[in-house]
T-cell receptor, first 114, second 112 residues
Framework: KAGVTQTPRYLIKTRGQQVTLSCSPI?????VSWYQQTPGQGLQFLFE???????NKGNFPGRFSGRQFSNSRSEMNVSTLELGDSALYLC?????????????FGQGTRLTVV | AQSVTQPDIHITVSEGASLELRCNYS??????LFWYVQSPGQGLQLLLK??????LVQGIKGFEAEFKRSQSSFNLRKPSVHWSDAAEYFC??????????FGAGTTVTVRA
């Protein structure tokens, strides 16, 4: 069974550009969550989708957005990139509707903004 | 609001010695608690989880954790550490609003 796949693994972008990251969950999983990891702020929740509906959003500016497709694949977009957006972006998928199932994480996308 | 605290930023332990990582949480409802491990440049791997029932939970790689409601704690333990256990460990709390709240992490260094 394939795990959570995040593409690309590494990205370098320039300030002001926008970027789209992709996450393919484990087959059959309908919940996808995104997290940002930085040395200063640690792991912070971005948003969670279940069956194409965003159920929760973290405390990030509107430049951060996401969506989920009917096949459960998810994308997140960051517009007008800032240096502070440099981070490891992690995606997690889970099979259930609540926390009685575990979340599996991908290897992440390392975004560097220059 | 929920929160997770890992008091120890860095722990150094000798190979073969025991390891205990501390985790305290704050949450007004029944907590769903997890321990994850992360190697450099990698994603998070789930070590174990607590949802309900037996307060001592067993995980992978020889790890176990004990849930203590009275102390709002969920400490991770391993009786004998291997060099491959050197990594960063995160305690997390799953809340009813579909998100995980993570502690700041504890970096474990294993010395020969």
């Amino acid at each position: 069974k394939a795990g959570v796949t995040q593409t690309p693994r590494y990205l370098i972008k320039t300030r002001g550009q926008q970027v789209t990251l992709s996450c393919s969950p484990i087959s059959g999983h309908r919940s996808v969550s995104w997290y940002q990891q930085t040395p200063g702020q640690g792991l912070q929740f971005l948003f969670e989708y279940f069956s194409e509906t965003q159920r929760n959003k973290g405390n990030f500016p509107g430049r951060f957005s996401g969506r989920q497709f009917s096949n459960s694949r998810s994308e997140m977009n960051v517009s007008t990139l800032e240096l502070g957006d440099s981070a490891l972006y992690l995606c997690a998928s889970s099979g259930g509707d609540s926390w009685n199932t575990e979340a599996f994480f991908g290897q992440g996308t390392r975004l560097t903004v220059v | 609001a929920q929160s997770v605290t890992q008091p120890d930023i860095h722990i150094t332990v000798s190979e073969g010695a025991s390891l205990e990582l501390r985790c305290n949480y704050s949450y007004g409802a029944t907590p769903y608690l997890f321990w994850y491990v992360q190697s450099p440049g990698q994603g998070l791997q789930l070590l174990l989880k607590y949802f309900s029932g037996d307060t001592l939970v067993q995980g992978i790689k020889g790890f176990e954790a004990e849930f203590k409601r009275s102390q709002s704690s969920f400490n991770l333990r391993k009786p004998s550490v291997h060099w491959s256990d050197a990594a960063e460990y995160f305690c997390a709390l799953g809340s009813n609003d579909y998100k995980l709240s993570f502690g700041a992490g504890t970096t474990v260094t294993v010395r020969a």
